[in-house]
């Protein structure tokens, strides 16, 4: 019967198993083997390159079948999300990456934190993540492998909120132990300075240009800061509670804020004087963001108003509430324009995808809903965590959502 392995080969074989077998003490296995083989001579040598070589190949065909029928089953699921059009072939007009969205299962989960995730915060330029908790502690990550990188510590208390600059250069965070910290990411992520002005917890930051912030707070005030020199220049009064979230607008000249006393307001930056108080949520209002201009022509048609081609900063906002409802406002009018209701708890953040065509929000009912912008209607239900889920931001740089959870645990969300 003819060999099915190469005369050099089959030697290389021979030896590996005799090795083995000395190695594993079947000493008269081995003598017997090695005169029926032809090596009567063969002598162990743990230098030689056919020591524990039978053990190295076993092993990596173990390793290669695991991933052939890891391939398999991959293949069989694009198989069946094709035939089922959950993706769309070159024929069926395949939908843009920009226009992806996110799919379950979660592609990782992030367990480093102690304590409940406060926020995710995505940096502008790399597929890095930073993760804030109620443990103190700023935890960064490699987004696209979920390694975890390393941990920033300095606040005393829970960290209530995460930003980067445009550049990714400087990170701030602020925290329940009355302060604001800026990290320099190009030293190792240094504390180089530490904001104090702020009365009771800080809630949320935001940078006002590129070098100014901008910080909400439990003691019912927004500061303006001066980065370089550490100082609040301006001090903004209006809300009778706590002032849970602030945002900016692209050309930093306008703020809205979010508050426990249910209302949301919009602010001049350069003179601190409120242009808008927009009331209509029933109870705590968690957090408010402008709504970018690229989602402007979908929000036109949402509200019926007519289709226009401005695309100032600062014409829509949208607000997430523990009523259970995110609501939209036109800023100029102070006009509620629509209510999305779907969600069976607070609502507790929300972000905008970057296609313009859709909004992606998450609650204390453990869900991630995904919701068309022009119709108002929810388009999609994601079992996002195992218990409230706090917070979510999704990658500039890269197809990635990312949400935090009260169970401690940060979900990466893969987008198809």
């Known amino acids: 019967m003819d060999h099915v392995l190469p005369e050099r080969q089959l030697k290389e074989l021979c030896k590996s198993i005799l090795d083995f077998m000395h190695t594993q003490g079947y000493a008269d296995s081995a003598s017997a083997f090695a005169r029926e083989s032809g090596n009567p001579d063969f002598a162990p040598d743990p230098a ?55 799919r379950p299962p979660a592609k990782s989960k992030l367990a480093q934190h102690r304590a409940p995730i406060t926020r995710v915060r995505f940096h502008p330029l790399y597929t890095v ?5 109620e443990d103190t502690t700023v935890k960064l990550w490699d987004a696209e492998s979920a390694d975890f990188d390393r941990t920033v510590k300095g606040h005393t208390k829970a960290v209530q909120d995460v930003v980067w600059d445009a550049k990714g250069a400087v990170m701030v965070t602020c925290s329940a132990d009355l302060t604001l910290r800026v990290w320099d990411a190009a030293a190792d992520y240094k504390c180089i300075r530490t904001l104090h002005g ?14 100014r912030l901008v910080s909400a707070s439990r003691d019912r005030t927004i500061k303006i800061w001066d980065l370089a020199t550490g100082y609040c220049t301006k001090t903004l009064l209006g809300h009778a509670e706590w ?9 930093a000249r306008l703020l809205c804020s979010a508050s426990n006393d249910q209302s949301v307001r919009v602010w001049d930056a350069a003179t601190g004087e409120c242009r808008a108080d927009l009331r209509g949520h029933t109870n705590v209002v968690e957090t408010a963001r402008f709504a970018p201009p690229n989602a402007y022509a979908c929000l036109r048609r949402l509200a019926g108003l007519p289709p226009q081609q401005n695309s100032d900063s600062g014409l829509f906002v949208v607000s997430a509430a523990r009523d259970k409802t995110l609501c939209l ?6 006009q509620l324009l629509h209510t999305f209701v779907g969600h069976d708890d607070w609502v507790r953040d929300f972000c905008f995808h970057p296609s313009g065509k859709t909004l992606i929000s998450v609650s204390d009912d453990k869900t991630m809903r995904i919701w068309d912008l ?7 239900t994601i079992e996002a965590s195992e218990h409230f889920t706090t917070c979510i931001d999704f990658s500039s740089v890269s197809p990635l959502v990312a949400t935090g959870s009260v169970d401690t645990e940060v979900s990466l969300w893969a987008c198809r």
């Open 329 to 334: 406002w036109d800023t100029a009018s102070s």
């Open 198 to 211: 702020h009365d009771h917890c800080v809630s949320a930051v935001a940078f006002l240009g590129a070098d």
């Open 243 to 251: 002032v849970r979230s602030v945002d900016v607008t692209a050309d």
């Open 48 to 102: 030689d390159r056919h020591h524990n070589l039978l053990a190295k190949k076993w092993t990596s065909v173990i390793r290669l079948q695991k991933k052939i029928m890891e391939l398999e089953s991959k293949l069989t699921k694009l198989q069946d999300d094709i035939r089922t059009g959950a993706i769309q072939t070159h024929s069926s007009a395949r939908r843009q990456v920009t226009e992806w969205l996110p």
């Open 129 to 133: 993540l930073a993760t804030a908790s």
């Open 374 to 380: 022009a119709t108002g209607r929810c388009a999609k």
